[in-house]
C-alpha cells in the first residue's frame, strides 16, 4: 500500500491498518491537523472526552477489558500533561495504551512556545518508551512501534509525540512498515531447565502457595493456572490485580492476599515453604514489612519482565517467559514428576489452611443506628448483577470492598487502579470498558470523593449513548483516610469530611447526587435504607439505554478489615479493630 499524503493523514492510515477501533480524546491547537483526517475515518470512532485524564482512563478500561491495546490523543502543553496520571497508573499496573500527542512545530521547540511542554521527557520514567517526531516520513512507522512496544513483553504505556508541521507535510506512506526496534526482543519462553527445577520443588513442597498476580490476566493464562492448580492440588491467593484469575468458587482459592486480604492467604504466604509467584511482582501491599514476609519460603519466581525478579524478593528459582507459556511448561515438568513417584500429601496443609478460612472468614455487622452497611451494599451488587459482568472501582474503602465481597469467576471482569491507586479512575475507565465490551453489563462501584474527580465524563457517556451504572458509596468523607486517621491519629479527622454539616442539618446534600446525574442527562436513584438495595439495583439493571447513577448513602465509619497497618508484618494482621488471629493457637 503506497499513498502521498500528509503526515496527519499516515497517522490515521497507520492506526487504521493497526486495527485501532476507538481512539478517546480532546481536540487543541497543535493535535488539529491530526483530527481533520480522522473525521472522514470510518473505521476509527472517536470519542470526546471532558478531560484528558478522562481520556487517558478510558484507555486504560477499554485496554483492561478487551485486552486490546487503548488508545487517547491531546494537544500539546496542558493537554499533553493531563495524561500524566493516567499513563503512570497504566505504567504501574502494565497496561497496554498508546498516547498520541500534538506538539508545537519544530522551530518552537526548545523555544517556550505558547503551550509548548517537553511531554517525552516529563513522561520518561511513567512509559515503556516514548517517542518524539519531526519528520512525516518517519510517522506511520513509529505509531507501528508503538503499538508492537505496547502490547507484547510486558504490556505498558507508549507515548508518541507529534509536531504540528511534521503533520502537516507531505510524505509517502508506506504499509506495511519495518520496525526499527534495536535491542527490544521480550522472552515469552521459559528456560526448561528452570522449569524443571521448579516443578521438582513444587512436588517436594510440604505448604506450596501459587501467588498470581495480574501478568496472568495478561497472558490470558487462566484456564492453565487452573489446570496447573488442580494438577498440584497447591492453595491459590490471587492479588488485587489477579482477582477472576482464579474462581472464588474454587475449593483451592484462598482470596487474596496482602494488607487487606483475608487472614487465610495472608497466613499461607508467611508460613508456606514454597510459594511459586506467577506475573506477581512481590509489592509492599502484599509483603507487608519485606524482611519479616514468608521467612521459611523458597521462591520460584516467574515474569515476563526480568527486571522485576529478585528485585523485592530474591529468588531461588528465577523464570523469564510469559504466564501463558511458563505455566503450560510447568504443568508438563509437574506430570513428568508425577510419573516418577513424586508426590507430596498435602492433607495436613489443608487442613490448617481450611482451619484459618473457617474461623476467620471476611464479613461485616450492620450498623446499630440503623444505616446502610457499604459492604453489604457491594455484596448485594454483586450477587444480582452476576460474574458475568465487568466490575470497576476508584480507590479507597470501595475498591477493597468490592475486592473483598463480590465473586469474581472469571478474568477481565474486575478493573481497578493497583499499584498508582489513583483517585477519579472508575468512572472514565468504565466508559472505556462499556466502550470495548457493549453487550456486556459495566459497573463502577465508587465513592464519593473519587466521584467527584471525574464524574464530568458522564456527559460524555450520556452523548456517546455508553450506559456505564455508577453505584457511589456515599459515606460523606475520605474514607480511607478517615479509617487510618481513626486508628492511627487518635480520630483527628483533619479535613476528610466531605459533606458541608450545616447543609446536612438543612436535609440538603452538596452535591446531590441524584440532581447531578440527571442535569447530567443520567438516570438518578438514591438508597438509604437495607430493605431498598435489592429493588433500587433492579431497577438500574433493567435500564440499558442510559447511564445509571445510584447514590447508595452508607454508614461513615464502617472500615476495612482484615488489615495489616503499613510497615508492619503481615504476622501482626489485624482481623477486626485490635483484634489479632490466634496463630499459635490454630498451629498446635
Known amino acids: 500500500m503506497k499513498a502521498r499524503v500528509t503526515g496527519a493523514q499516515a497517522l ?7 486495527g485501532v477501533e476507538v481512539v478517546f480524546g480532546i481536540p487543541g491547537g497543535a493535535v488539529l491537523p491530526a483530527y481533520d483526517p480522522l473525521l472522514d475515518s470510518d473505521k476509527i470512532r472517536h470519542i470526546l472526552v471532558r478531560h484528558e485524564q478522562g481520556a487517558g482512563h478510558a484507555a486504560t478500561g477499554y485496554a483492561q477489558a478487551t485486552g486490546r491495546v487503548g488508545v487517547c490523543m491531546a494537544t500539546s502543553g496542558p493537554g499533553a ?4 496520571t493516567p499513563l503512570s497508573d497504566a505504567y504501574m499496573d502494565s ?14 521547540i526548545g523555544t517556550d512556545g505558547f503551550q509548548e511542554a517537553d511531554i517525552s521527557g516529563i513522561t520518561l520514567p511513567i512509559t515503556k518508551h516514548n517517542f518524539l517526531v519531526t519528520k512525516p516520513e518517519d510517522i506511520a512507522r513509529t505509531i507501528a512501534e508503538a503499538f508492537h512496544l505496547a502490547g507484547t513483553g510486558r504490556p505498558g504505556p507508549v507515548l508518541v509525540d507529534i509536531a504540528k508541521d511534521a503533520m502537516q507535510a507531505m510524505t509517502e506512506f508506506t504499509w506495511p512498515v519495518q520496525y526499527d526496534l534495536p535491542g527490544y526482543h521480550p522472552v515469552t519462553r521459559p528456560h526448561s531447565r528452570q522449569v524443571r527445577e521448579a516443578a521438582r520443588m513444587i512436588t517436594d513442597a510440604k505448604k506450596p502457595v501459587l501467588y498470581v498476580g495480574g501478568g496472568v490476566i495478561k497472558a490470558d493464562a487462566a484456564a492453565e493456572l487452573k489446570e496447573l492448580a488442580e494438577l498440584t492440588r497447591t492453595p491459590v491467593v490471587t492479588t488485587l490485580m489477579a482477582r477472576g484469575a482464579f474462581p472464588d ?26 510459594i511459586v509467584a506467577l506475573g506477581a511482582r512481590f509489592d509492599d501491599r502484599v509483603t507487608g514489612k519485606l524482611d519479616t514476609f514468608a521467612p521459611d519460603a523458597l521462591i520460584v519466581h516467574a515474569d515476563i519482565d526480568p527486571a522485576e525478579i529478585s528485585k523485592n524478593r530474591r529468588a531461588d528459582v528465577p523464570i523469564v517467559g510469559d504466564c501463558k507459556e511458563v505455566i503450560a511448561e510447568l504443568i508438563t515438568a509437574v506430570q513428568a514428576e508425577h510419573a516418577h513417584g513424586r508426590e507430596t500429601d498435602h492433607a495436613e496443609w489443608w487442613a490448617q489452611l481450611n482451619q484459618w478460612r473457617s474461623k476467620y472468614p471476611l464479613g461485616y455487622t450492620d450498623p446499630d443506628d440503623g444505616s446502610l452497611a457499604p459492604q453489604y451494599v457491594i ?20 475498591q477493597m470492598w ?12 474486575w478493573i481497578n487502579s493497583g499499584g498508582a491507586g489513583t483517585m477519579g479512575f472508575a468512572v472514565p475507565a468504565a466508559l472505556g470498558a462499556k466502550v470495548g465490551m457493549p453487550d456486556t453489563q459495566v459497573w463502577a462501584i465508587d465513592g464519593d470523593g473519587c466521584f467527584q474527580m471525574t464524574n464530568q465524563e458522564l456527559a460524555t457517556c450520556v452523548i456517546e449513548g455508553i450506559p456505564v451504572k455508577i453505584a457511589i458509596i456515599n459515606n460523606g468523607s475520605l474514607g480511607m483516610v478517615r479509617q487510618w486517621q481513626t486508628l492511627f491519629y487518635n480520630e483527628r479527622y483533619s479535613n476528610t469530611n466531605l459533606g458541608d454539616k450545616k447543609a446536612e442539618v438543612a436535609g440538603t446534600r452538596v452535591p446531590d447526587f441524584v440532581k447531578l446525574a440527571e442535569a447530567y442527562g443520567c438516570i438518578g436513584l438514591r438508597c438509604e435504607k437495607k430493605d431498598d438495595v435489592d429493588a433500587i439495583i433492579e431497577q438500574a439493571m433493567a435500564i440499558n439505554d ?14 476495612v478489615w482484615p488489615m495489616v497497618a503499613a510497615g508492619t508484618s503481615n504476622d501482626d494482621i489485624k482481623f477486626a479493630r485490635g483484634i489479632a488471629p490466634d496463630w499459635e493457637a490454630m498451629e498446635e
Open 402 to 413: 468490592a475486592a473483598q465481597f463480590i465473586d469474581y469467576e472469571n478474568p477481565r471482569t
Open 81 to 84: 500533561t493531563n495524561l500524566v
Open 379 to 398: 455484596e448485594r451488587i454483586g450477587k444480582l448483577v452476576g460474574p458475568d459482568a465487568v466490575y470497576l472501582a476508584g480507590v479507597g474503602q470501595h
Open 546 to 559: 442510559q447511564p445509571v447513577v445510584i447514590d447508595f448513602v452508607v454508614h461513615k465509619d464502617a472500615m
Open 12 to 18: 490515521v492510515m497507520a492506526m487504521e491498518q493497526i
Open 249 to 274: 468458587s474454587h475449593p483451592q482459592h484462598l482470596g487474596m492476599p496482602g494488607m487487606h486480604g483475608t487472614v487465610a492467604a495472608v497466613g499461607a504466604l508467611q508460613r508456606a515453604d514454597l
Open 95 to 108: 497496561v497496554p495504551v498508546v498516547a498520541i500527542t500534538g506538539q508545537v512545530s519544530t522551530s518552537l
